[in-house]
Every structure is written in structure tokens, then in C-alpha cells.
């Protein structure tokens, strides 16, 4: 896969550089010199990925040969689906590929389409109403604000996994287990989410939301308006966050479906990886490990600009 | 308090205000406060999911101090933190140092860093179990005899646990870091160094007495959340190393951590009242590192 350079957050500028001298040019290659273990490092980023890459494209015989082909010597798309392979008898040969593997209707599929569903609901709907909230406490002075505030922070420090046990039995006695409800519902009420856009809607001045009330607008008008607009910048670099944690969100998955249809992609990977521990089954699983991340990589290329942008918002003002 | 305004109109002037809160607050009291207050209790209690729970004081607690399996689990997830943090934040700072500039095989270098950051963490988590693979198929063991070694079953050998997942840690998450730094090297004043140089500083003083302390913001909070995210590592230990249904934490446990452990506790044995009294241990430990980082004091002097 094509991978366009990434953007700086703030590029270190540097002095424009003098016509070569001796000098120059021996600082140069001492840079190079410098950094050779950082090349280095980079090889053994690249390697694992390339060994995943062609793993996708090796048919099953070829991944149980040693030692391994670095090239795949027929290539193939049966990892993705072998026509060869029937329910019924035994073919020599042909193993699922990864979208004949599970027992569901339209198999592979409906987990991509389970994680994007889950992912996208969440991420609309916690910065919906982490914004609302973010506008109380950060622009009306109601009592109790920063009382609110204080403990929304220390829920900061809390993982998460300590609430684990009870909310899986909340879930269970509203009987949600097994549902989007259990994915959606209990993810919606971010506080990191909240804590930031409250900081970042207190750097902003109050003129514009106090000329819209003198206009005689509604403080639900004003949000939508006037607030939403405003936090533009903070939403996406918020967004960025959710969505990569949502996507990757594997324990309470885990623990909460019960189905084979309601699975997320890293719940149904999971249990491909539990199934099938040959070499030959490796085609198939990394076939559905690269399909689980193309949405994620699409989308940093997409947004690359606002990743690293948002990254350093978050870790440097936050 | 007595207040000044009555109820009534106070409610008419700020009752959309609050309607504005509820959402939010109904939720996080909901899924938040309250588990939190109910994994408390729990955890002084014996509890099988579906008998009410009994209370038992801090036996859960008694039994903890007593329990080998969650020392082991303890100590593996110490060396773990240690190794992963110090060696993930001193190479995220070294990367930035080389690959800072605006050019294209920077920006091409930061992003082949940066790549695991946004590829789905458990497809790498497979990719690894795959490069670890116990014969000759494997990458892994490919490389071992290039150099003329035995193939080597990495995952089932204790010792090599930890350094493996030290090292998918650090593989993962060192180009996350270093983005943070480069946007720390790039809010430092290019004066400061001008100046230094024009006085005679050497490039390592340049370093050591302006880039380091200038960055020190950055590296809190790259150690600070680096740490809280390696007490709470699960699905490594879970994906790569399980070796059936009812084992998480890889052969003779070398694996184990205290969330796969949790997890074991919890829900494959459903000892959910022990499996809370860890989830307070974990607590804990995280509140305190959370109280190191100051932005939450930065944060209440503004309101």
C-alpha cells in the first residue's frame, strides 16, 4: 500500500543551507551517519508488515513450505475466497478464504459493517453530547459547575477495566448483552473528551454567544450554531481518538457478545485466531487483519493533517 | 445555603442549562459513578454472577496478598512497564531528533514509524503470533537460521515473554511518541540555539541545556501515559499468548498481567467479587500516576 508522507504538526525550521562546502558536505554525511541506526529501525518496522503483506497473497501449500518464499511465488486471492473450496467434500489444497469462514449471513462483512456501525454511532454521539455539556460548564455560570467539572476529571484517573465487572452485570440485567446497545450506550459519556473541549471552549472569547443572546437566540441555538462551529478543530482532533479506540476495542467486545453476529472485527479475528493455529489458516487471518485495517489507514490518509495536528493539541495543551 | 432567588425562577433561568447537562451526566453517572462505587463493594464480597453476593470483608483482599499467581502477575507487569516506558520514550525522543525536518524522507520515515499507531491493534497483535511462529515457516525462526540457529518456540519459552512483549510495546508505540516530540521540537524558539552557538556551545550542551529542558513538558506526558497505558496492556498477552480457553497468560503464566488476569478471574473462572478486588489494585496503582500529571491541577486554576 501507498503511503503518503505525513505531515509535521510544526515543522523545525532550519537555516537554508550554504553552498557545499568540504565542511558542509562532511556534516551532512555524518547526519546520515548519525541517524544509520534509525534507518535500521525502519527496516525492522517494514519487515513485519511486508511479512504480513505477502502472507495475504501465498496460497495455504506455500505458507507451510520452509523455508518461507519472500516473494509469493503464485500469487493469489484465495486467502480472500477460494472458489475451490466446497462445504462438503475434502479438497486438497483450497481452505476457506477469510469471507467463507464464518457461519453468519454475509459473513466477513458483518463485522466490518458491526465496526463501522459501533464506530461511527460513538463517535457522533459522545462528541453531541460531551459538546453540550462542555458548553455548560465552560460558558453558564450555573451552581455545581465546578463541582461537576472536579469530578469528571477525577473520573479521569479511573481505567476503565474497574468498572468492568459491574457494568457487565448492568448489561446483563437490562438484558442488552449480546446487542449494539451494550457496544453504544456505555461508551457515550467521555470524560477525556469532555475535559478537553471544556478547555478548549474556555480559550475562546464569550462575544460571539453573548451578541447571539442579545439577538434573542436559544442556548440550544447557540450550540448547534455557533458552539459546534466554534469547537470545529477540537471535534476532529477528538474524533481521531474515538475512533481509533473504538475501532480497536477488543475486552468489553469480549466480554459482552455472545453471538457470532454481533461481533466487532477484533472479537471475530480473535476467534479465528483461537480456531486455526496452522500455518496454512495464516493466509486467511491475515487476510482479515488487513481488511480490519484498511478503514483506519484510509482514513489517517484522509485526515493526516488533522492527526498529528490533533495528537500534539491534546498531549501539548490539553 | 439559603438562596436568593427562589426555586422557581432559578429553575426558568437555568433549567435549560441543566437539560443541557443531563445527557451527559445521566450516563456517566450511570455507567461510571456508580460501577465504580458497586466494584468497590463487590470486591468485599464473594460473587459468582449469579447468587447474590455475600459479604466477606477483605478476605478478597487476604487472599490477594497470599496469591501467587497475582505476584507473578505483579511482577511481570512491573518489569513490563519499566522496559516498555524507558525504552519506548527514549526512542520516540530519538526519532524525533533524527526525523524532525520538513523534507520528504523525513516525513517518509515518520510515517513508517507512525504506521502501527493506526493499523487495527489486534491485526498486528495476529501478525506477531504469525512472525513467532514455532517452526522454520515463521519469520522469526527464518532469521534465526540465516545465523545458523535452531528453530526456537518463542512463545512457549518463559523467559522470553516479557522481552516479546517489551518489544511489541515498544514497536507499536514509539512512532506515537515521537510525534508528540516533534511537535515539542518545533514550539522551541530557533533563537535560543542561535544564540548558544554564537557563544561556542557545543552540539551536546545545545542538547542538554536547551532541547531536554525545553521538552520536558512533552516527556511527562509521553512517560505519564505510556505508564498508564502498559498497566492496562490485555489483548498482547490475550492474542499472542493464550494457549487454550482456560489459560491467558501464556506457558507457565509468563505472560501474565494483572488486566489478563482480571479477566481470568472475572470471567473465565467467574470469581467476579476477587476479580474486583483486583480491579481496585489496578485502580490504584493508576490514580496514583494519574496524580503525577499536573494537567489536572493546570486545568482547575483556569476554571
Redesign the interface.
Known amino acids: 500500500m501507498a503511503?503518503?508522507?505525513?505531515?509535521?504538526?510544526?515543522?523545525?525550521?532550519?537555516p537554508p543551507r550554504r553552498a557545499e562546502t568540504g565542511a558542509g558536505r562532511r556534516s551532512r554525511i555524518n547526519g546520515h551517519l548519525?541517524?544509520l541506526p534509525?534507518?535500521l529501525?525502519?527496516l525492522?518496522?517494514?519487515?513485519?508488515?511486508y511479512?504480513?503483506l505477502i502472507?495475504v497473497f501465498k496460497p495455504p501449500s506455500e505458507?507451510?513450505?520452509?523455508?518461507?518464499s519472500f516473494v509469493p511465488r503464485s500469487p493469489t486471492f484465495a486467502n480472500f475466497y477460494d472458489p475451490g473450496w466446497t462445504a462438503q467434500g475434502v479438497n486438497p489444497g483450497h481452505l476457506q478464504g477469510i469471507f467463507q469462514r464464518f457461519q453468519v449471513d454475509f459473513g466477513f462483512w458483518r463485522f466490518l459493517f458491526n465496526s463501522l456501525l459501533i464506530t461511527t454511532t460513538i463517535t457522533a454521539g459522545s462528541l453531541l453530547?460531551?459538546s453540550?455539556?462542555a458548553?455548560?460548564?465552560a460558558k453558564?455560570d450555573?451552581?455545581g459547575r465546578?463541582v461537576?467539572?472536579?469530578?469528571?476529571?477525577a473520573?479521569?484517573?479511573?481505567?476503565w477495566?474497574?468498572?468492568?465487572?459491574?457494568?457487565y452485570?448492568?448489561m446483563?440485567n437490562l438484558g442488552w448483552l449480546d446487542s449494539y446497545a451494550a457496544y453504544i450506550?456505555?461508551a457515550?459519556?467521555k470524560?477525556f473528551v469532555?475535559?478537553f473541549l471544556v478547555?478548549f471552549l474556555?480559550s475562546l472569547p464569550n462575544e460571539l454567544i453573548q451578541a447571539a443572546r442579545v439577538d434573542g437566540a436559544?442556548?440550544?441555538r447557540i450550540?448547534w450554531r455557533i458552539v459546534l462551529p466554534l469547537l470545529r478543530p477540537a471535534l476532529a482532533a477528538m474524533s481521531i481518538f474515538i475512533v481509533?479506540a473504538e475501532?480497536?476495542n477488543?475486552?468489553w467486545p469480549?466480554?459482552i457478545v455472545q453471538s457470532d453476529e454481533m461481533a466487532n472485527?477484533?472479537v471475530a479475528?480473535?476467534r479465528l485466531?483461537?480456531y486455526f493455529a496452522g500455518?496454512d489458516h495464516?493466509g486467511a487471518?491475515?487476510a482479515?487483519?488487513?481488511l480490519?485495517?484498511v478503514p483506519?489507514?484510509v482514513?489517517?490518509l484522509v485526515f493526516q493533517r488533522y492527526?498529528?495536528r490533533g495528537?500534539?493539541l491534546s498531549?501539548?495543551k490539553? | 445555603m439559603a438562596s436568593p432567588v427562589p426555586l422557581s425562577r432559578r429553575l426558568r433561568r437555568?433549567g435549560?442549562?441543566?437539560a443541557?447537562?443531563l445527557?451527559?451526566?445521566a450516563?456517566?453517572a450511570?455507567?461510571?459513578?456508580?460501577?465504580?462505587a458497586?466494584?468497590l463493594y463487590?470486591s468485599f464480597t464473594t460473587f459468582d454472577?449469579i447468587n447474590p453476593a455475600a459479604f466477606t470483608g477483605l478476605d478478597n483482599f487476604r487472599l490477594l496478598a497470599e496469591d501467587t499467581r497475582f505476584h507473578h502477575a505483579l511482577s511481570n507487569t512491573g518489569l513490563y512497564v519499566v522496559a516498555s516506558v524507558v525504552l519506548g520514550t527514549l526512542?520516540s525522543l530519538?526519532?524525533a531528533l533524527?526525523?524532525?525536518?520538513?523534507g520528504?524522507p523525513h516525513?517518509?520515515?515518520?510515517?513508517?514509524?507512525?504506521?502501527?499507531?493506526?493499523?487495527?491493534?489486534?491485526?498486528?497483535m495476529?501478525?506477531?503470533?504469525?512472525?513467532f511462529?514455532p517452526?522454520?515457516?515463521?519469520?522469526g525462526n527464518?532469521i534465526v537460521?540465516w545465523f545458523g540457529g535452531q528453530a526456537v518456540a518463542w512463545l512457549a519459552t518463559p523467559g522470553l515473554a516479557i522481552p516479546i512483549l517489551v518489544l511489541m510495546s515498544v514497536?507499536g508505540g514509539m512512532g506515537?511518541g515521537m510525534?508528540?516530540y516533534?511537535?515539542?521540537?518545533?514550539?522551541i524558539p530557533?533563537e535560543y540555539y542561535e544564540a548558544a552557538r554564537i557563544d561556542g556551545a557545543s552540539t551536546w550542551r545545545q542538547f542538554r541545556h536547551i532541547t531536554l529542558p525545553l521538552l520536558r513538558?512533552?516527556t511527562t506526558?509521553?512517560v505519564v501515559?505510556g505508564l498508564?497505558g502498559a498497566?492496562?496492556v490485555?489483548?498482547a498477552v490475550?492474542?499472542v499468548f493464550?494457549t487454550g480457553?482456560n489459560n491467558v497468560g501464556g506457558v507457565l503464566d509468563s505472560g501474565l498481567m494483572i488486566?489478563p488476569y482480571?479477566?481470568d478471574q472475572?470471567?473465565t473462572h467467574f470469581r467476579?467479587g476477587y476479580?474486583?478486588a483486583i480491579?481496585?489494585v489496578?485502580?490504584l496503582v493508576?490514580?496514583v500516576l494519574?496524580?503525577v500529571n499536573l494537567?489536572?491541577g493546570r486545568?482547575?486554576k483556569?476554571?
Open positions: 503511503v503518503a508522507p505525513m505531515d509535521t504538526v510544526a515543522p523545525v525550521r532550519r548519525l541517524r534509525f534507518y529501525l525502519a525492522t518496522m517494514v519487515a513485519p508488515f511479512w504480513l502472507t505458507l507451510a513450505r520452509t523455508p518461507p453530547i460531551c453540550l455539556a458548553y455548560v460548564i453558564h450555573i451552581r465546578r461537576i467539572f472536579l469530578m469528571i476529571i473520573s479521569m484517573m479511573v481505567p477495566q474497574t468498572t468492568l465487572i459491574p457494568n452485570v448492568i446483563r450506550v456505555p457515550l459519556a470524560a469532555l475535559f478547555q474556555q436559544g442556548e440550544w450550540w481509533l475501532w480497536n477488543f475486552l469480549l466480554i472485527l477484533p479475528l480473535a485466531n483461537s500455518p495464516q487471518i491475515m482479515g487483519g488487513l480490519a485495517s483506519t489507514i482514513f489517517f492527526f498529528t495528537i500534539a498531549g501539548l490539553g | 437555568y435549560t442549562s441543566y443541557m447537562l445527557p451527559f451526566l450516563l456517566f450511570g455507567f461510571l459513578i456508580w460501577p465504580l458497586n466494584s463487590l454472577g526512542l530519538g526519532l533524527a526525523f524532525s525536518g520538513t520528504w516525513r517518509i520515515m515518520r510515517t513508517v514509524f507512525f504506521l502501527p499507531s493506526v493499523t487495527s491493534s489486534i491485526a498486528l495476529l501478525m506477531w503470533k504469525w512472525v511462529f517452526s522454520d515457516v515463521g519469520l527464518t537460521s514497536w506515537y510525534v508528540l516533534v511537535a515539542g521540537l518545533g514550539a530557533h513538558p512533552v506526558y509521553v501515559t498508564i498497566f492496562q490485555f489483548e490475550y492474542i493464550q480457553a488486566v482480571l479477566y472475572g470471567f467476579l476479580a474486583s480491579a481496585w489496578l485502580f493508576i490514580f494519574s496524580l494537567r489536572v486545568a482547575m483556569e476554571l
